[in-house]
């Protein structure tokens, strides 16, 4: 049930989390795997432009076409979706795994953290449209 514009972003948000969240869980079963290397997600800058684009903060100037044969602009140069990459920057140990089990354990803790503090969100707003609808039927 989409509410507002933002119920998008954060819906996004939420897939792109509970995908975090499965990564990380797959490098802590991997912790003695050798050579295996630790994956991450990025995905602000995704959802970034996705913001910008439902308030409209970055709009397309309008062109004009003079002539048929010209081409029409190009409205995105980005990806949008988000980037699965592996963490380059912990050290490796000597059977290739560079998985650390202290850094897995608190990227873990603060992607549930975020993960839920986006489904309280959620529920608020909800919850806000939910009464006003409630206080609307008994005006009647």
Not at 113 to 124: D, F, G, H, Q, R
């Amino acid at each position: 049930m989409e509410t507002t514009k933002s119920s998008a972003i954060v819906e996004k948000a939420l897939d792109y989390r509970s995908l975090r969240q499965k990564l990380i869980s797959g490098n802590l079963a991997n912790v003695d795997t050798p050579f295996y290397r630790a994956r991450d997600i990025s995905f602000e800058n995704v959802l970034a432009k996705e913001a910008d684009k439902l308030a409209d903060i970055k709009k397309q100037p309008a062109f004009a076409k003079t002539h048929h044969m010209h081409m029409d602009p190009v409205t995105s140069n980005g990806s949008n979706q988000a980037e699965v990459f592996f963490r380059g920057t912990h050290t490796t140990r000597n059977d290739g795994n560079n998985v650390d089990l202290d850094i897995e354990s608190t990227e873990m803790s603060k992607n549930s953290m975020m993960y839920n503090a986006l489904i309280s969100a959620k529920k608020k707003s909800t919850m806000i449209f939910k009464s006003v609808i409630d206080a609307s039927s008994k005006v009647q």
